[in-house]
């Protein structure tokens, strides 16, 4: 793949994770689960620049368990009075077999009203090589205060490329104080749920 | 690969168009022409009567604070705050942007330290205004 061709996928393409990393000093524990892979992810930030952590992942579509040390590093960061805009790059490896390791891209901009947001991922293992990307765009139909419930409606379309063809479905999300959940259905690739606590 | 042509496209426009929103703004119905300064600092009465019950013999620093969008960031704001043993209390007004913060009255209130502690938390103070009580 050329150098051209690389720098393309990595901005055009996109890979799920609200916030990859959390305010300097804090830990995020999330689960998330789709049509292709159960993931248990613990990071913690020692600074708000980056995040190191450790995810275990069964993943169903090559039946195989394993885990990845992960590394994010916030690459830039636009704040206004009303919106925030971040640019991630992510890497994982996995410790037992350096060749299967990912690398992407993640993006987000958000006003307390308006979401949008991309990811894209690159993942070499063993077995066969593929990418997973996404795009997802939302509202807050309400603006709650600081510790209530808040609530986007979102939609969401993604691509992995061992599965061929889009996927666009709704997402709902919501999070109070520490906790996150998030989760979205459609009949072809059914579940997508995603749990955050933050501490 | 006319997709990936096309969100190539859209990808610079997504940051630009975030890029775009400095210099106007609106909160709920207002629309403010310039950004926050000093001497223009705007808090919600209700919430800020709110805020002062119980405290006495303090001073309170209303920070304004860019980049605050959800409750992840005010958070980790008011978590930086709380270590510190002077600081009595501690408000996020995520509609208006602002950071209370109630320190005791002989505390010296220094806005570059506060401005680091907000930046460690990944959000900019932009200006202070300092009210005794």
């Known amino acids: 793949m050329g150098i051209f061709k690389i720098f393309l996928v990595l901005f055009i393409s996109f890979s799920l994770e609200a916030r990859p990393i959390s305010y300097s000093g804090g830990s995020t524990l999330m689960a998330f689960s789709d049509n292709i892979k159960d993931s248990l992810y613990y990071h913690y930030s020692p600074t708000y620049k980056y995040s190191i952590g450790i995810e275990a992942i069964n993943n169903k579509y090559f039946e195989k368990d394993f885990s990845y040390l992960r590394f994010t590093y916030l690459l830039n960061r636009k704040n206004t009075d009303i919106s925030q805009r971040n640019l991630y790059f992510q890497s994982g490896i996995n410790p037992d077999q350096f060749s299967e390791n990912f690398i992407g891209m993640h993006g987000d901009w958000e006003t307390r009203r308006w979401f949008a947001g991309f990811g894209y991922k690159s993942v070499q293992n063993n077995i066969k090589d593929y990418s997973d990307q996404y795009i997802q765009v939302g509202f807050a139909p309400y603006l709650g205060e600081y510790g209530d419930l808040h609530t986007w409606v979102m939609l969401k379309s993604k691509k992995n490329s061992l599965l061929g063809g889009n996927s666009t479905y709704p997402v709902l999300k919501f999070f109070k104080g520490n906790f996150l959940i998030e989760f979205g259905y459609n009949d072809k690739t059914e579940w997508d749920t995603h749990i955050m606590y933050r501490f | ?133």
């Open chain 2, 1 to 133: 690969m006319k997709r990936e042509l096309l969100l190539f496209c859209l990808a610079p426009a997504f940051f630009l168009a975030a890029s775009a929103d400095d210099g106007m703004h609106n909160h709920d119905g207002h629309l403010h022409q310039k950004l926050v300064d000093g001497e223009n600092l705007e808090v919600d009465p209700e919430r800020y009567k709110k805020f002062l019950s119980g405290l006495s013999d303090s001073q309170v620093a209303v920070v304004s604070v860019k980049g605050m969008v959800c409750d992840f960031c005010a958070r980790g704001i008011e978590k930086t705050f709380v270590k510190d043993k002077t600081v009595k209390k501690i408000d996020v007004d995520l509609s208006q942007g602002k950071v209370l913060i109630a320190y005791e009255m002989d505390r010296k209130i220094d806005f570059e330290e506060i401005k680091a502690k907000i930046v460690m938390n990944g959000q900019n103070a932009t200006a202070m205004k300092v009210l005794k009580i």
